[in-house]
């Protein structure tokens, strides 16, 4: 299973960037799509997940109601819009993902850099 996260990129506060990450799996509705994010000299930060058969979402409160997480069958994958951007959700993100019957997050992308300028 490979991860390839995409979009990250410099903007300003209170406008909108999307994240892409594509899975490269057999049986992409087998699998939930967690996105992570990691700021600098802190800890790796949950920020929501999607499963991919039904596309149900989980969102870290830090988040909710600002990032929304979808999924594209056709295109094998997954995304996570966040609006209303501030400057602390200047992070490196990570999309991760682990079969549906696992408990863990196995499978890593590389991470994308977003930047939140005030």
């Known amino acids: 299973v490979q991860l390839q996260a995409s979009g990250g990129g410099v903007v300003q506060a209170g406008t909108s960037l999307t994240l892409s990450c594509r899975i490269s799996v057999r049986s992409f509705s087998m699998y939930v799509m967690g996105w992570f994010r990691q700021a600098p000299g802190k800890e790796r930060e949950f920020v929501g997940s999607?499963?991919?058969?039904?596309?149900?979402?989980v969102y870290a409160d830090s988040v909710k109601g600002r990032f929304t997480i979808s999924r594209d069958r056709a295109k094998n994958t997954g995304y996570l819009l966040m609006d209303s951007l501030r400057p602390e959700d200047t992070a490196i993100y990570f999309c991760?993902?682990?079969?549906?019957?696992?408990?863990?997050?196995?499978?890593w992308g590389q991470g994308t850099q977003v930047t939140v300028s005030s």
């Open positions: 991760a993902a682990h079969h549906r019957q696992a408990a863990d997050y196995d499978f």
């Open positions: 999607i499963n991919l058969s039904v596309g149900r979402t």
